[in-house]
């Protein structure tokens, strides 16, 4: 059975998860989730689980057991056995461990190449359990013509960690992406999610569009996820967490802007967490 590792945020564990989903139905193998990182993670930016508010069925690895794999002392012993696997580079697509029926898989797998075929049943599993009075609200205010703006500075701007991997996407990525959605559609609405909103209004130009402020209004942060993927179009931000609300949202005539510099390093340039059918700015 596969066994995956969870760490990170929400959008982080959602791409842990679909690679362990895909790797469940097309093996036909029981799924099994690793949360003890969240016990001994020794961060500055402490992370906990937070998929128990969607409908996804798996099972937890038992307590003991993640406890020892996830003590610093066990886990540089655990990490010599064969059935260990390590992702080998970041947001690239590893085939070799693509088809790899079980073991303990160890990353952020964070390219749909590993999940694509199984989207219908991700989809599923990622809708909500409990939807709130405010959320229904929302949702069905969102209008049909419709771009999500996911705009992420927060930790991008004051956390050195997260400035050394993240590229920080300025002025000039949004201005662009939003000139190119009214080019295509000069009726549209903007929903802005952003955990600086003041600083989205004050330093962009909507081109007189109306941008509806959604973040900030009594949501959780799935709640604003699953609401981004209720739009029709989307300008992400180089997050997982906008990441997933533009593919859980994807239509045919869906456009999806993402940054084409998502990293600090050059290195990791070409990576796969972009599809080939988004548009890169």
Known sequence: MPIVKFQGGLGNQMFQYAFGKAKSLKFKKKLVLDTG???NQGTDTPRKYALACFVIKSYLLNNFVSQLINNNFFSKVFKRLPFYYKEKNANKFDNEIEKTKFGYFDGYWQTEKYFLDTKDAIIKDFQLKQESEKFIEWKNGINKNSASIHIRRGDY??????IKVLNLCGVGYYQAAIDYIINCNSDIIFYLFSDDSAWAVDNLDFR???VIVVSGKDLVDYEELILMSKCKHHIIANSSFSWWGAWLGEKDDSIIIAPQNWFVNEKLKN???IPERWVKL
């Not at 701007?157 to 997260?162: C, G, K, S, Y």
């Open 208 to 210: 007189s569009k109306e």
């Open 37 to 39: 990182y969240y016990q």
């Open 271 to 273: 990576n796969d967490i």
């Open 157 to 162: 701007v004051n956390h050195a960690p997260t």
